[in-house]
């Protein structure tokens, strides 16, 4: 017990308050080395004010818990990979920080009526569509792992499309319902595919680990603009879909059925300023 602070003690050499060590014992981001069973007083190592210091800087950073644990526990042996660990959160997080730069930019032209120059004027036009057979894959899933399950999604359907005809058409993701960080959809990747009766039974043979379907979806018309690889990332896509929709509403038309993004190019070739996707709503006819 000699050689342990108080809690009071051990606040002031680590300059936090008595509160915030209370806090992250809570939170298992930083336990007392001893605990009166009798009165609850917590002490501390000596050994322990750099670790106090360092959660507390990282929660300054608005790091989460998991993350911040996940950091302080490869200190040791000598800080490298704990150094690697907050390099990749920073990235992400800057990521995160131009995204919503971004955005703050396009609602302010939003709320004072200015079209936001950095969108540029989107062309809008209409095409037909023949009815076509897919191969579904739907999920509730928020905006940050979008991305990473509509690639999963459609690089499963496009396999699966080799024993059902082929694919025959673009792949695209419908809408059901709004996906962004409060809203989690569902979405539903599609891979138009040859042949009907072969889907379905590749469907019920390979398809219940991911809930795999078929549908027939019939002729149509959509209203689209086209948009590059840089343009499909958030907030710049909203933009797209926006000009759509006044689109259909100034001309009278009548949405009839939810958006999509139809990827009709090489995702990975392309570069930020090649097209990759429509950007569509189906209007009746």
């Known amino acids: 017990m000699d050689d342990l602070l108080t809690i009071g003690a051990f606040a002031a050499r680590a300059r936090l308050s008595a509160k915030a060590l209370r806090l992250y014992d809570r939170l298992g981001l930083l336990a007392p080395a001893y605990v009166d069973e009798v009165n609850g ?81 989107f062309t809008v036009e209409t095409v037909e569509t023949a009815p076509q057979v897919l191969l579904t894959e739907s999920r509730h899933t928020l905006a940050d792992e979008l991305p990473t399950w509509i690639g999963a999604s459609l690089g499963r359907l496009e396999e699966g499309a080799a024993a059902c005809g082929g694919i025959t058409g673009a792949p695209f993701v419908v809408y059901h319902s709004e996906v962004s960080m409060e809203s989690d959809g569902p979405a539903e990747s599609c891979v138009p595919v040859g042949d009907e009766s072969a889907a379905r039974v590749w469907a019920a043979e390979h398809g219940r680990a991911w809930e795999t379907k078929v549908r027939v979806e019939p002729a149509g018309r959509l209203v689209y603009t086209r948009i590059t690889k840089a343009q499909v990332a958030h907030p710049q896509i909203l933009a797209a879909f926006e000009a759509v929709e006044r689109w259909i509403a100034e001309r009278g038309l009548q949405v009839a059925g939810p958006c999509r993004e139809v990827y009709f190019a090489d995702w990975d070739a392309a570069g930020p300023g090649d097209p990759v996707c429509d950007v569509a709503f189906p209007v009746a006819s």
Request: aromatic fraction near 10%.
């Open 41 to 121: 007083y917590r002490y501390y190592g000596a050994d322990q004010v750099e670790h106090a210091r360092l959660v507390a800087l990282l929660r300054r950073l608005d790091m989460p818990l998991a993350r911040i644990a996940e950091i302080v526990d490869a200190v040791e042996p000598d800080g490298t990979l704990a150094a690697e660990r907050l390099a990749a959160y920073w990235a992400d997080a800057e990521e995160r920080f131009a995204s919503q730069r971004t955005l703050v930019a396009y609602l302010r032209g939003r709320l004072s009526g200015k079209e936001p120059a950095m969108y540029g004027k």
